[in-house]
């Protein structure tokens, strides 16, 4: 149970948003067309909301146990810090991911709570509180934890954001 809190803490957020972003360009001319939108910025949705969805979606594929998507969060350059555990990379990371969502002795569900998303260019930060709730499946009392911690997102060539590092602990 300690190894699997350690290694899923540090995914969630919702509260509020602080988005950076550059100031809006001057209108173009009349007489000029406009210029073509930036093609490293996705035209469709802020940051903030694109990143939302994404840990948001990474809580619901882990809830539903969808082993072949409970990674897509993560940069292949993932490094997960949890205290006390050492660090861990992506591919450490998912193995145990996985492994949990096998898991015969007990279930494991996570409720996300964002207190806050910092972006700036391409880098984001997330503050944020899982809430893990195990369900051992003897019987045994379910338990909740609350797992402080920071994500740190990086924008993505197709415009996705994908967690780079997270920071994660345990609460009293």
């Known amino acids: 149970m300690r190894h699997l809190t350690m290694a899923l803490a540090g995914f969630a957020f919702l509260g509020a948003a602080q988005v950076d972003a550059a100031p809006p360009a001057a209108p173009a001319p ?26 948001s979606g990474w809580a619901a594929d882990f809830n539903a146990g969808h082993a072949d998507r409970i990674c897509l969060a ?32 007990r279930g494991y569900t996570y409720d996300l709570d964002i207190q806050e998303i910092l972006v700036s260019g391409d880098l984001a930060v997330a503050r944020l509180v899982w809430h893990l709730t195990t369900t051992p499946h003897d019987g045994a009392a379910t338990t909740t934890l609350q ?12 415009g996705s954001w994908k967690i780079i590092r997270y920071l994660g602990f345990e609460a009293p």
Not at 84 to 91: E, K, M
């Open 147 to 158: 797992e402080p911690g920071m994500d740190v997102l990086r924008r993505q060539a197709d």
């Open 74 to 105: 993560f940069a292949t350059d993932l490094l997960a810090t949890y205290r006390g555990s050492p660090n861990r990379n992506y591919q450490d990371t998912c193995d145990l991911l996985r492994q949990s969502l096998t898991d015969e002795a």
């Open 30 to 55: 009349a007489n000029r067309a406009s210029p073509a939108p930036r093609a490293d910025v996705p035209p469709s949705r802020p940051a903030d909301q694109v990143i939302r969805a994404t840990l």
